[in-house]
């Protein structure tokens, strides 16, 4: 799925321009994998409305004396955390359909008798009972 902010719908003058840059260093940026713009079929450049905040953040943070591989990182770690958050949201959103789809969570303890599942909500009594196996299929308690 493609955010709004991510479809790639500015030439490369007009990112320029909303970027406060010169299209040279648009071009220059692209090539070093700083940031890297959409294509068309045509193979012309195509910016989206995040390419355009990456420029400006790699302008302020150069400004600032940031090398272009510290802000290629820390563009990097952005892009990883967005990643991250949207996974989890779908995890999230995940968890929640199943939970909506499974009415009463099983829950299941161990007795006397084996492996037995336990109404959602019920608390077991443990049992502190002593049970020695014995060969042969005896036990005592």
């Not at 990643?83 to 161990?110: C, I, K, Q, S, Y």
Request: charged content about 30%.
């Amino acid at each position: 799925m493609v955010d709004d902010e991510d479809a790639p719908i500015f030439a490369i003058a007009v990112a320029a321009e909303l970027a406060g840059m010169h299209p040279q260093t648009l071009r220059q940026y692209d090539r070093i994998g700083l940031v890297v713009p959409g294509r068309t079929r045509g193979g012309s450049r195509r910016y989206s409305a995040r390419n355009i905040a990456q420029l400006r953040e790699v302008a302020r943070l150069s400004a600032d004396g940031m090398s272009l591989p510290a802000i290629a990182r820390l563009l990097d770690l952005e892009d990883e955390v967005r990643m991250l958050r949207r996974r989890v949201l779908d995890l999230e959103g995940a968890l929640r359909a199943e939970r909506e789809n499974r009415p009463g969570v099983r829950v299941f303890a161990a007795g006397a008798s084996g492996v037995v599942p336990v109404p959602s909500g019920r608390r077991i009594r443990r049992s502190t009972d002593i049970v020695l196996w014995r060969p042969g299929g005896r036990s005592e308690g």
